[in-house]
């Protein structure tokens, strides 16, 4: 159901931007709506999207002698993003830009046992709270379009964190902080600006809870978070 979602959700975007895309080229030759909404120290808008997100894995020192498993690796999941946009000017080529809101994440490790090679996979099914902080520096504007590109740091939340639940083999910590770069670019129409946005995402701190009495713990040394995300911005 989630990636049937996701696939209307881009789905609906990627025509909506070839509509908007085709009007632009028709109908503005110069950078008539950039100036209107240049004229703006801060705008507010919301970001929307679709994220690929995964853990990036390093084996400890028990794994080399184990005797039960073999192969450990991530498996990344699609999830979605909703967040809201606070957009500050700081002169004419920088902003500063906060988004909090909640993205929709599943992340899976598998591990491949000795004794018959079969694949046992951990799913892990987060709604994470977060809080983005990003300076933007962007180009100069050409036919109301405006490339930019993206840097900054995340804190986020797992509100549903398997941190304290005994059942699970394997736990992850709730609080990540990550730093984000990305690429994307400003178009301008009359009552909004139209954003598509790539960025990448990776961990700062180790996530795994150490349990000595689980095998899948004691075979990594250090669980580290990566996404890469798609989406889409409307500010006005």
């Known amino acids: ?35 209107d ?22 084996q400890s020192s028990f794994f080399i002698n184990n005797d039960s498993i073999k192969v450990t690796e991530g498996n990344s999941e699609v999830g ?10 700081l002169g004419e080529y920088f902003d500063f830009r906060f988004l909090p809101g909640f993205s929709f994440a599943s992340r899976g490790l598998q591990f491949t046992n000795v004794s018959d090679s079969k694949v046992l996979e951990r799913k892990i099914e987060s709604v994470f709270f977060e809080l983005p902080f990003h300076v933007r520096f962007k180009s100069e504007p050409y036919r109301d379009k405006r490339m930019f590109v993206v840097a900054g740091l995340k804190y986020s939340y797992d509100v549903q964190t398997n941190s304290k639940s005994r059942k699970t083999l394997l736990k992850v910590a709730p609080h990540d902080f990550q730093y984000e770069i990305g690429v994307g670019m400003q ?47 409307f500010e006005w």
């Open 1 to 35: 159901m989630l990636h049937l979602f996701c696939k209307k959700i881009v789905l609906i975007i990627v025509v909506m931007s070839l509509t908007w895309t085709v009007y632009g080229q028709i109908g503005g030759r110069g950078n008539y709506n950039f100036k």
């Open 187 to 233: 178009m301008f129409y009359p009552y909004f600006i139209f954003s598509p946005e790539i960025k990448f995402s990776r961990g700062l701190s180790n996530l795994l809870i150490y349990d000595k009495t689980q095998n899948e713990a004691r075979v990594l040394e250090n669980v580290v978070s990566q996404i890469f995300t798609i989406s889409f911005n």
């Open 80 to 89: 979605v993003n909703m967040h809201m946009v606070t957009n500050l000017k």
């Open 37 to 58: 909404f240049n004229r703006k120290a801060y705008y507010f808008g919301i970001n929307v999207g679709i994220n690929s997100s995964g853990y990036k894995l390093q």
